[in-house]
């Protein structure tokens, strides 16, 4: 049984060998496609939201959603990149890697929830509806650490269907959340209730289309919990940090502001971040890529490439988005939320170093190097913190901005010199080997 099962999926992954040139291409267009769709959505979704709740109602979604987010990252351990390295890395043995990525959220999804129910009244401060809205997001969790492991296996062996997966929880919850608004109106659990129900919906369709691909059935192994927590832990040491380079300004804010103003920074947040998706589609289709191929040339042109064409992304997005958030914000999301633009200026520039630095994360994991994604963002994290205690105090909010876009700089900056190290190691590998073997070495085709 085993063995047909093994045989099914190495049959399956041989039909979707990884292109050449032009699928890479047509890869990183179809999902920086889905990426711009997703950043749509989320930016439609934020408008209602705003409009129906206000200030201080979205400023109290901003706060829930902000450590919802945090929780994520750090709960899933860092299997969101191991499962996709170790599918894409072993393809005959990705059910069982799966399976055994899968027991480990479980683990990991109960354990935050237990915690989440007591300490949800310490974030609410107090207020009675807020603490339950942070208790059903902890619940809710538990759905998505487990979705993780199967969303993840997709995007190594079908961009697709992992693409598939990524667009059917912001369509459907943007589609819930207008049919509600029309027809009774929004309130802050309505909004959360609705965002819990398409996260737990999304998990269920990424286990569906794992089914199809030939990914579930596999058995949790022990000898596979070691590689895939050595890998993840890496994973976490990064995203930990990442967390407090991206999420500490928010994190900060939701205790120290009021709601309202917090409302007002979220949108800022949201508008100088719609080009990063964009630009991270780079490395979601590079980091399988670079994952499961050996030859250093095509990885070199590969990596030029991916940070080319993030960084003109963008600074084009940057030009843009700066240059109309004088009337977009009191337009879209009404004049309530006019003192926001300033925000958005000093948080612009943020925004590039936030995609950029996601393409060179993804590159970095794709050479098995996660450790050098965490001691970047370590250092960001760091420099993140420092300015936030300096400049809060001083400036208010706009301290918190200029924290940020400080933070995801450093960050993308230290792990540009982390891809020349790796560049430079393997050209060193390639020498001594050819120094010890004269034989021409084959190039794989680009």
């Known amino acids: 049984m085993k063995s047909r099962m093994a045989l099914r999926v190495h049959q399956l992954w041989r039909k979707r060998e990884l292109p050449g040139a032009a699928g890479v291409v047509r890869n990183m267009l179809g999902t920086a496609l889905v ?19 206000g200030p201080t109602g979205r400023g109290e979604y901003a706060a829930i959603f902000t450590w919802f987010s945090v929780v994520l990252a750090v709960g899933q351990l860092g299997q969101t990149a191991a499962t996709t390295y170790f599918v894409a890395r072993h393809p005959k043995r990705a059910p069982d890697y799966l399976a055994t990525s899968r027991n480990l959220m479980v683990a990991s999804g109960v354990a935050t929830l237990l915690l989440g129910i007591f300490v949800a ?7 009675e509806v807020v603490t339950w ?15 993780a492991s199967y969303t993840f296996s997709l995007q190594a062996t079908n961009l697709k269907a992992w693409n598939m ?18 027809v009774v109106g ?11 129900f398409t996260m737990v919906a999304q998990t269920g369709l990424a286990y569906l289309l794992c089914r199809r691909e030939g990914l579930t059935g596999g058995t949790a192994r022990r000898t596979l919990t070691k590689p895939l927590t050595r890998y993840g832990v890496s994973q976490l040491m990064a995203s930990t940090p990442t967390v407090v380079t991206t999420r500490l300004d928010q994190l900060v804010l939701s205790i120290v502001v009021p709601a309202a103003q917090l409302g007002r920074y979220a949108v800022a947040a949201s508008l100088s971040v719609l080009a990063a998706p964009l630009v991270a589609a780079i490395g979601h289709v590079a980091f399988p890529r670079i994952a499961s191929r050996s030859n250093p040339d095509s990885s070199a042109r590969l990596r030029r490439d991916a940070l080319l064409a993030s960084t003109t992304i963008g600074a084009v997005a940057m030009i843009l988005i700066t240059s109309t958030a004088s009337w977009v914000v009191p337009t879209v999301f009404g004049p309530q939320f006019s003192e926001a633009v300033p925000l958005v200026w000093l948080m612009a520039p943020g925004g590039v170093f936030l995609g950029c630095g996601r393409v060179s994360a993804d590159l970095l994991r794709g050479h098995g190097k996660p450790g050098s994604v965490a001691c970047a963002q370590g250092i960001a994290a760091v420099a993140t913190v420092s300015t936030l205690v300096a400049l809060l105090p001083i400036i208010g909010i706009a301290g918190a901005a200029v924290a940020w876009s400080t933070g995801t700089g450093i960050a993308f900056v230290l792990m540009l010199f982390a891809l020349r190290r790796v560049s430079r190691a393997r050209r060193h590998t390639l020498a001594i080997a050819a120094d010890a073997d004269p034989t021409p070495v084959a190039r794989e085709p680009s």
């Open 35 to 53: 990426n711009m769709i997703l950043a749509a959505f989320a930016a439609a979704t934020g408008v209602v939201i705003a409009r129906a709740l």
């Open 121 to 127: 009244p310490l974030l609410a401060s107090g207020n």
């Open 186 to 196: 929004l309130s802050l659990m309505t909004v959360l209730a609705v965002l819990s």
């Open 133 to 147: 809205g942070y208790r059903l997001m902890f619940l809710t969790c538990l759905a998505c650490f487990v979705g």
């Open 165 to 182: 997966v990524r667009v059917a929880q912001p369509v459907a919850y943007l589609s819930m959340i207008v049919g509600l608004h029309v």
